[in-house]
């Protein structure tokens, strides 16, 4: 789970305006920090099938959200794939 400390440094560098939270590059930053999290959290708890759907759950939602800009935006799409280190 990220604190609310973890999620202003993660969106500071993607938001477009000061009150920006909800834009698709937002969204995706703190969607990779929280599956940076879990990863770790899998790899100490192997068994752990409910928290590794959530994982998925979110990869998910976090490549609907790619697809979304890089249809809507590509040069939002490219700048936050290269600052975030995903692949295309």
Known sequence: MLTTRQKLNASKEFKMHDT????PA????????SIEELT???KKHRKDNHSRRGLLKM???R??????LAENDEKA??????K?????
């Open 63 to 68: 490549k609907r959200l790619l697809d979304y």
């Open 59 to 61: 990869v998910g939602k």
């Open 40 to 42: 770790a959290h899998l």
């Open 20 to 23: 920006d939270t909800g834009s």
């Open 26 to 33: 937002v969204q995706v930053a703190l969607l990779t920090k």
């Open 84 to 88: 975030l280190g995903l692949k295309k």
């Open 77 to 82: 799409y490219n700048t936050t794939i290269k």
